[in-house]
């Protein structure tokens, strides 16, 4: 018989963001909570989540969480706010090569999520 369950995933969180280290506005308020953070979302339903990657550095960070519970996934990639940082980097070839490593190792990981958007300009 078909269970009726219904799953709760989240597909967008920014787990990568201070407020779960405590800090805000580069202040130290109180300390990480993202374990109890993720208790209380596993208490409330929450089947998965995907931590957003938004930047090459928040990606490899939310690779890092994402390995550290098996119900959590990950995106990397750049959002479009920031895609300046592939000129910023001074080498954005090699700024995306690193995004494209990184991507193919959360993949071979079975942590990266695979979302494809096509931009036109």
Not at 22 to 49: E, F, M, N, T
Not at 112 to 118: A, L
Request: aromatic share 8%.
């Amino acid at each position: 018989m078909a269970s009726n369950t219904v799953k709760l995933i989240d597909i967008a969180v920014n787990f990568t963001d201070g407020m779960f280290k405590g800090i805000y506005h580069g202040k130290q308020c109180h300390s990480a909570d993202l374990p109890s953070v993720l208790a209380r979302a596993w208490a409330a339903g929450v089947d998965r989540i995907i931590v957003t990657g938004g930047s090459l550095k928040e990606s490899r960070e939310a690779l890092e969480i994402a390995e550290t519970d098996g119900r959590l996934f990950c995106t990397v990639g750049v959002h479009p706010t920031r895609c300046g940082e592939f000129e910023e980097s001074g080498d954005p070839e090699g700024h995306f090569q690193a995004l494209l490593a990184l991507a193919k190792e959360g993949i071979e990981k079975g942590k990266v999520c695979i979302w494809i958007i096509w931009l036109l300009v």
